[in-house]
Each structure stands twice: as structure tokens, then as C-alpha cells.
């Protein structure tokens, strides 16, 4: 990995993915088809992209017990258990309605409703996470989400990985469709003879996926459009080199556009993890990906003091930051943006990947500047409650009209009005 020395100032170089007019254009003509001819289009995809021929669309009861079949019973308990620590976290996220009274009889409030449907991307290939699955249903759980589909593309065999069908079910989600890329993002928001709408689409996927999200976006929410995992160490001289590279290396095993920093005031640091990180590379199954990740996006920034090491971290506004330091705890404070804090050296970043029960979809892209990690609250909805008492209105209905002719509009003062009349 580079060594760079810096002052305070520096920037995550990051790879956005934009996709080309082609690919545009391509979506555009997929999701028309979609509008159009529903199931039909979605298998004669399904067929060409995936290379399978499916009589039908939905996994069914038999998949689901094979599934059981190939992932043992002690990788079953640990999935309840992760579970349950992540339904413990987002149950403290809840939000409840609440009303409050004045005196002069108003009454106003919030009503929380949670969102009737909702559907998860699940990607393909050597990206489909069972953990994935925890993350984006869990919350919706707790939220209170009644319907809640899973659509991801079949591989060849004509079914989906195992680990995915078993956390699926596990949870209870009982509508889990077999199709991927634009095609299922459009089926999902338009709905066909098989697939019924939803209000909201979750989860990441290649450039088609996303791009889709993007063009059925106002039809349906979505979430957030996903970048590369990104991974920032904030560590000084009394962290280990060994963890230090391990845990870089966790991050830029998940993509070639993924990015791992380390942030040190001290060069041995940087020299010892450098060394350890090449050392480490050597023997890991994903090590061409990880090789092209941090060649591409990974950086040892030295910096001359801790405070300076702070401010980069603060311009680099991670997804994931972990701060190992003396006294980890003493500078939270400080860290103003950043997906997810992990403090100390056992708080590795896959303990929050997997088991610790907060959310890993998180931001990236240094849109952790302004935004937050998946939760509870974007499965729900919030609506205004307004009750006005007669006394009210008659106090304040003269100033409300006042307002509206201020903006030149005459029908909302008469509306006003029209209650006091002689
Ligand atoms: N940010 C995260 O948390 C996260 C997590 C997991 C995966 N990912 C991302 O998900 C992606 C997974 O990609 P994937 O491709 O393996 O699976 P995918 O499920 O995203 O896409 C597969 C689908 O893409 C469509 N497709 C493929 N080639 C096409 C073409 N030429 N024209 C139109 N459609 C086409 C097909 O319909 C296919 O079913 C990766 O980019 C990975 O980085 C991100
Ligand atoms: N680190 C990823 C998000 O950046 C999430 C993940 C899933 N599985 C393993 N890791
Ligand atoms: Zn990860």
C-alpha cells in the first residue's frame, strides 16, 4: 500500500459508477417491456441474462427444505443468533405516534404508519448475502411492514443460494420471486401477473439494478443507491499492525472498487501495516480482488499529530471508521461523519457486518456527510395530525388569512374566513 504523508486535508478517491446512455437506454426499454408484457418479459430475461428457463417465478416449499439440505444446523443457530441481536438493536429505533394537547383545545401529533409493501434486491452472483437479508428485513419488521418480497436472479440450476433462501426463511418471508437486474426492479415497482407492487425498493446490485432504482424512482421510493464498501482505520501507535491490515483487508475483498485507508500519526505504524498487509494478501481466496481494490482506492495516510488524523477522517467522511487508539472512547466526540464507529481493537468491522445487531447498510460515497445507515425509520411513514378548536381557530384565523393574501392566495384566506361569517 502507498504511504502518503498529509496534512489535514485529503480526499477518499472513489469510484462512482454512473453507467453509460447505452445502458440507460437499455433499462429503459427492459422496464417498458416489463409494463408491458409482465411474467412474460421477466422469464424471456431471466433467460437471456441468467441463462435459465423457469416455469415459474416463485421459490417454492421444496427449494426452500433443499436449502436446509446444504447449510448445517449450527450455521442455522448462528444466523437465528445474529438475528436476534439485529431485531434487538432496531427494536430500540422505533418510533411511536404520539398527540400532544394545548390549552386552548388544539390538539396536533404524528401518526407513524409503517409502509405496506416493500421489496429487497438480493444481488446474484458472489455477492448475495444471507446477512443482507437480516439487515433490510429485520428493520422493516420492527417497522411493522406487513408484506415484505425478496427478488433476486436465479443462477443456473434455477434457484437461489442457500445461505439466502434459509436466512429468508428464517425470518418468515414467505414471497420470494426468482428474478434479477432491471427486470425484477421494474416488476417490483409496476407489478406483473405474478408480482404484485410495492411502495419501496431496498437493497444494492450492479450498474442495472441501480439504474433501474433510479428511472422507477417516483413510481416507488427506494433507498439509497449503494457505493463500493469503504473502510477508514484511525489507529496510533499502541494498535497492532496485524489487526490493522486484516481488518483493511476485510473491506477490500468486497469489490475492486472497494476503498480501505489507514489514518496514523505514527510511520511505523504505517510501515509495519504496509509490510503486513502484503504479507496477509498472499493467502487470501479473494486476494486478486483485494490486490486491485487497494492498489486502485487504498491509502496510509501519515499524518503529524492525532488531532490532524481526526480532520482527515472527518473530510473522509467513511461508511466505516474504526478508531484504535490509547483511549478510543475520548474522541467520538470529534468524529462528525462516518457511517458506523467501531471503537477499539475487538471491535473489528465484521463483528458489525454480521453479528453485533447494527446495520450494515450504511452510507458511502461521503454521503455519510449528511446521511445515516439503514433503519427502522425508512419503513415507515409519518403523517401530521391537526385538530383545531373552535376557540383556536377564532384566535388565530384572521393571522392565517393574512398569510395567504401575504402569497397572493385569496380561496385559503375566504377558507378561513368562511367558519366566522355574520
Ligand atoms: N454496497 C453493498 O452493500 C453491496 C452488497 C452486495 C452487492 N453489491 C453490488 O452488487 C453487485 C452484484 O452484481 P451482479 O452482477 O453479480 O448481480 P446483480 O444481481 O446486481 O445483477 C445481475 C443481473 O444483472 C442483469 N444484467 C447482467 N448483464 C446485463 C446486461 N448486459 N444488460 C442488462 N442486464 C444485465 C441481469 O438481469 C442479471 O440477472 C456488485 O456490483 C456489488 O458491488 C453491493
Ligand atoms: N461490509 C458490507 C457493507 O459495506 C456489508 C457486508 C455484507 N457481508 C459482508 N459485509
Ligand atoms: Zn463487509
Known amino acids: 500500500m502507498k504511504i502518503e504523508r498529509i496534512a489535514n486535508t485529503v480526499s477518499l478517491k472513489r469510484s462512482l459508477e454512473t453507467g453509460t446512455e447505452e445502458q440507460r437506454q437499455q433499462v429503459l426499454a427492459i422496464i417498458d417491456d416489463v409494463k408491458r408484457n409482465g411474467d412474460q418479459a421477466l422469464k424471456e430475461y431471466t433467460k437471456k441474462f441468467d441463462g435459465v428457463s423457469l416455469q415459474s417465478l416463485c421459490v417454492s416449499e421444496q427449494e426452500i427444505e433443499q436449502a436446509y439440505t446444504r447449510v448445517n444446523e449450527e450455521m442455522v443457530e448462528i444466523i437465528r443468533e445474529a438475528a436476534e441481536n439485529i431485531r434487538d438493536y432496531h427494536e430500540r429505533q422505533k418510533r411511536e405516534s404520539w398527540m400532544m394537547m394545548k390549552e386552548d383545545g388544539t390538539i396536533l401529533g404524528q401518526k407513524v404508519t409503517p409502509l405496506d409493501a416493500v421489496g429487497l434486491y438480493v444481488p446474484g452472483g458472489t455477492a448475495a448475502y444471507p446477512s443482507s437479508v437480516l439487515m433490510n428485513v429485520i428493520p422493516a ?24 433462501l434459509v436466512a429468508a426463511n428464517e425470518l418468515g418471508v414467505k414471497e420470494i420471486y426468482k428474478v434479477g437486474g432491471a427486470q425484477a426492479i421494474a416488476a417490483l415497482a409496476y407489478g406483473t401477473e405474478t408480482i404484485q407492487p410495492v411502495d419501496k425498493i431496498f437493497g ?152 453485533a445487531g447494527t446495520n450494515h447498510v450504511l452510507p458511502t460515497n461521503g454521503t455519510a456527510r449528511f446521511s445515516s445507515g439503514l433503519s427502522v425509520d425508512e419503513f415507515v411513514k409519518k403523517s401530521s395530525i391537526i385538530l383545531y378548536s373552535e376557540q383556536a381557530l377564532q384566535e388565530n384565523y384572521t393571522k392565517i388569512a393574512a398569510l395567504a393574501r401575504l402569497e397572493g392566495l385569496e380561496a385559503h384566506a375566504r377558507a378561513v374566513e368562511e367558519r366566522f361569517k355574520k
Do not use: C, W
Request: charged share 20%; no cysteine.
Open 141 to 164: 419488521q420492527v417497522a411493522g411492514v406487513k408484506r415484505i418480497v425478496i427478488v433476486s436472479p436465479p443462477n443456473k440450476q434455477g434457484t437461489l443460494p442457500a445461505g439466502v
Open 204 to 355: 444494492p446490485g450492479n450498474i442495472y439494478v441501480a439504474l433501474a432504482k433510479r428511472e422507477v424512482f417516483g413510481q416507488v421510493a427506494i433507498d439509497m443507491i449503494a457505493g463500493p464498501s469503504e473502510i477508514v482505520v484511525l489507529a496510533d501507535e499502541t494498535a497492532k499492525a496485524n489487526e490493522i491490515a486484516a481488518d483493511l483487508l476485510s473491506q477490500a475483498e468486497h469489490d475492486e472498487r472497494a476503498s480501505s485507508i489507514l489514518v496514523t500519526p505514527s510511520m511505523k505504524l504505517a510501515l509495519e501495516v504496509a509490510s503486513e498487509v502484503k504479507k496477509q494478501l498472499e493467502t487470501l481466496p479473494r486476494k486478486e480482488i483485494a490486490a486491485a481494490s487497494l492498489e486502485n482506492y487504498g491509502a496510509i495516510y501519515v499524518t503529524d499529530t492525532l488531532e490532524e488524523a481526526v480532520a482527515a477522517v472527518n473530510e473522509l467522511a467513511p461508511e466505516h471508521l474504526e478508531i484504535i487508539t490509547k483511549d478510543p472512547m475520548s474522541l467520538i466526540g470529534q468524529i462528525r461523519n462516518a457511517g458506523a464507529i467501531f471503537l477499539g481493537r475487538f471491535s473489528s468491522e465484521p463483528v458489525g457486518d454480521y453479528f
